[in-house]
């Protein structure tokens, strides 16, 4: 199945199944605007859980905060996000529709390595088991043609990037032939800088009222509660507040689904540093965090690194970590090394002294600082098209069946009575009443056990239990697992330790140790 027919299988699958609705539903929708429903919020929460947990429990020198979306105005001007928080846009005059101009480079640069997949493919094909795809890809002249092509528009870019030249990159635009994907014209608008912070005013009177902005990272929050958080809890360098919450960015383009949305959630980490042992941290924290990643069990050959052309204003060294989504290699959470930049802003612009005295050195300095900045919701996406599959089954039949990680999934256990009489309901219900203090469970009695088995596969819950006549008189009950759906019989009183662990956050965090 092409892969973008899976994507807008997983779209669909998402509503019916409520995890992600668009907002505001009835009114058609408002664009890339998306509400989590009732198993969609479970999941959602889980990510939530095992980011924190693995932060604030599985760090000593870690510490959690909570801060207001209001901040003070000033604080944007100070971080440099009132002048710079730009994206370059672009209009195509005849579909009337408007584009990140980097985000048009991006495609066409990506376009480059399919072209070079394609040709090391077809020779892999071509050649069976004497394929040395390692000298094919040094010595291929049109392997070699491509990958200069590429590195010449990768290097024109970077350029125009640094040097904030929107004339140049509209004319990269135009040499790389680039066209409108609607109108299929390159009848391109100049390309201008757009803010994508929102504004909105505080105080209720025209003369009182002040333009104050949604947050467009969680970040800020942090820097400036760095001093409260600092002597209150008597943190030594060096040390990290994590912080999650809601953000919000006029995004330029909004595509693919919750990907890119204009409000969405952060989970951040500022670790401060003595300066000059950032770049260490730096490489510390990239590790630590694909570790995170990669105990979800999708595969290490499902992500990479990538390190950026262009770095923020703040920063001194940055790498994403890209995940394999259905359209491509994609950023799910950004590693950077942001300086003193924001800390010495801080000072400088509220005045106040920001320095930490550090008893070892014996010096005071303003902390240098490394940020680890994931999106829920994208790294939601990416839970969900990993875990979706479609599979055929013995005897012709298929099944949906969401393999999500049964730490993250939304309802651990199905208990399904057989039928809806005997007596078995009221044995589902005293053995749902005992195991939903400890995990998730959902009763279900309605339609044929197979249909709900379907159901339960269909939003990923790893166990189902069914409660038939001779449980009335063995306290025996039939597990199923989701993956293998293999069934065994199990006494009703070891379920929860059969159940509890695997299901549980812990059975990730334990993988990071
Ligand atoms: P992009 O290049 O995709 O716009 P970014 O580099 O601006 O992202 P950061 O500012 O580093 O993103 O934000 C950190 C994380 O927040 C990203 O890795 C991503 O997971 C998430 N994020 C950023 N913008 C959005 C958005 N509009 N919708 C959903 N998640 C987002």
Not at 9 to 14: E, L, R, W
Not at 233 to 252: D, H, L, S
Not at 267 to 286: A, H, I, N, S, Y
Request: proline share 3%; with cysteine.
């Amino acid at each position: 199945m092409a892969q973008e027919d899976t994507f807008k299988k997983i779209v669909s699958h998402c509503k019916e199944y409520g995890f992600v609705f668009p907002s505001s539903d009835i009114y058609d929708g408002l664009a890339a605007v998306y509400d989590y429903g009732q198993n969609g919020v479970e999941l959602k929460n889980n990510i939530k859980q095992y980011w924190w947990q693995s932060m604030v429990l599985l760090h000593e020198n870690i510490v959690g905060i909570d801060s207001a979306i209001f901040m003070h105005p000033t604080i944007w001007k100070a971080s440099g996000h009132v002048d710079a928080f730009n994206d370059p846009l672009i209009d195509n005059r005849d579909s009337k529709k408007r584009y990140r101009a980097d985000v048009l480079i991006e495609d066409q640069l990506a376009k480059y390595d399919e072209k070079i997949e394609k040709e090391v493919a077809k020779a892999k094909k071509r050649f069976g088991e004497s394929f040395d795809e390692a000298l094919f890809r040094q010595t291929n002249p049109r392997v070699l043609e491509h990958a200069q092509e590429r590195d010449a528009l990768h290097a024109r870019f970077e350029k125009a990037l640094n040097d904030n030249d929107l004339a140049e990159i509209k004319q990269i635009i135009l040499d790389e032939e680039i066209v409108c994907p609607i109108s299929g014209t390159r009848n391109w608008t100049d390309v201008r800088q757009f803010n994508l912070m929102f504004k909105t005013e505080m105080g209720s009177t025209a003369e009182g009222a002040s333009t104050i902005y949604l947050r467009p990272e969680t970040a800020q929050g942090i820097f400036v509660n760095y001093l409260n958080v600092q002597k209150t809890g008597r943190m030594k360098v060096p040390f990290g507040i994590a912080q999650i919450g809601k953000a919000f960015r006029n995004e330029i383009v909004a595509r693919q689904f919750i990907f890119r949305m204009r409000e969405f959630e952060q989970m951040e980490m500022q670790f401060f540093v003595r300066p000059g042992t950032e770049l260490d941290w730096f490489k510390k924290w990239k590790e630590t965090r694909m570790a995170w990643h990669q105990a979800l069990g999708f595969g290490a050959e499902n992500y990479r690194f990538h390190d950026h052309e262009k770095l923020a204003h703040y920063a001194n060294a940055a790498s994403d970590v890209e995940f394999r989504m259905p359209f491509g290699f994609k950023e799910v959470e950004g590693i950077h090394s942001r300086t003193n930049f924001d800390l010495s802003q801080h000072e400088k612009y509220s005045g106040r002294s920001i320095k930490y005295f550090d008893p070892e050195a014996n010096e005071s300095y303003t902390p240098y600082v490394i940020e680890t900045s994931i999106g829920v919701d994208r790294m939601f996406l990416s839970v969900m098209c990993h875990s979706y599959q479609e599979e055929q089954l013995e005897g012709g039949d298929t099944r949906v069946v969401l393999r999500l990680p049964a730490a993250l999934a939304p309802v651990k256990l199905a208990v399904l009575p057989l039928v809806k009489k005997d007596g078995l309901p009221e044995k589902a219900r005293e053995i749902m009443d005992d195991l939903k203090f400890h995990f998730n469970c959902k009763y279900e009695e309605k339609d044929t056990i197979g249909k709900r088995y379907r159901r339960m596969d269909a939003i990923g819950t790893p166990y189902c239990i069914t409660v038939d006549h001779e449980t009335l008189t063995d306290n025996c009950v039939t597990l199923r697992d989701r993956d293998t759906m293999e069934q065994q019989r199990v006494p009703v009183g070891q379920l929860r330790s059969l159940i509890e662990d695997k299901v549980s956050i812990t059975s990730l965090l334990k993988k990071l140790q």
